[in-house]
């Protein structure tokens, strides 16, 4: 069975900066992508940072230029990291990931991790 297990969540203020991470106990290659959800009370969750195999990234609007998700294979660990913090940006952050095996798709996540952001 695959395990993603997140860390680094936490309480930081507006403007600050925090840094997830999503351990994989599989290689980093054995999934298709990697990302991050977040899901706020009331909300869906919703993806908002993406990295390709082949190292491409893809950003929702909401955290383009302020969230840079990256990888290091050889720990087949995903990083987030957050910086200039917003309040809105409160929420339990999910680490995913996508594989196909034989033609057969499955997805992968971890337990989730809050980040509180305090005005």
């Known amino acids: 069975q695959v395990q993603l297990v997140e860390s680094g969540g936490g309480l930081v203020q507006a403007g600050g900066s925090l840094r997830l991470s999503c351990a994989a106990s599989?290689?980093?290659?054995?999934?298709?992508?990697m990302g991050w959800y977040r899901q706020s009370p009331g909300k869906q969750r919703e993806l908002f940072a993406r990295i390709i195999r082949g190292d491409a990234t893809i950003y929702a609007d909401s955290v383009k230029g302020r969230f840079t998700i990256s990888r290091d294979s050889a720990k087949n660990t995903v990083y987030l990291q957050m910086n200039s913090l917003k309040p809105e940006d409160t929420a339990v952050y999910y680490c995913?990931?996508?594989?196909?095996?034989?033609?057969?798709?499955?997805?992968?996540w971890g337990q989730g991790t809050q980040v509180t952001v305090s005005s």
């Open positions: 995913n990931g996508d594989r196909s095996i034989t033609g057969r798709s499955y997805t992968d």
């Open positions: 599989i290689s980093f290659f054995s999934f298709n992508a």
